[in-house]
């Protein structure tokens, strides 16, 4: 069975940091683009960052110099490495990825911050 278990998320005070990981497990032959995005209550889902299988990245506006999205194919995991850390940042987290041609969403993982 194929599925996304993301890890790392939890309480911090504004200006922290978090790291999220996500971990793709079952049989899979190729994963391609993956990704992180969020919702905070009464809000749509956003993507807040992208990587390909070859490594570019792409960022929402909100995060971009303060969050970093890495990915460890050999561990078929990808990060997302967050930093100055806002109380609007408070959502739950999804990690999306394209395994096998195919979508997956994790079942997300929670930020707060606390001002």
């Known amino acids: 069975q194929v599925q996304l278990v993301e890890s790392g998320g939890g309480l911090v005070q504004a200006g922290g940091s978090l790291r999220l990981s996500c971990a793709a497990s079952?049989?899979?032959?190729?994963?391609?683009?993956m990704g992180w995005y969020r919702q905070a209550p009464g809000k749509q889902r956003e993507l807040v960052a992208t990587i390909t299988s070859g490594g570019r990245t792409n960022y929402a506006d909100s995060v971009k110099g303060r969050f970093t999205i890495s990915r460890d194919n050999a561990k078929n995991t990808v990060y997302l490495q967050m930093n100055s850390l806002k109380p609007e940042d408070t959502a739950v987290y999804y990690c999306r990825s394209d395994l096998d041609g195919r979508w997956y969403w994790g079942r997300g993982t929670q930020v707060t911050v606390s001002s």
């Open positions: 079952g049989s899979i032959f190729r994963i391609n683009n």
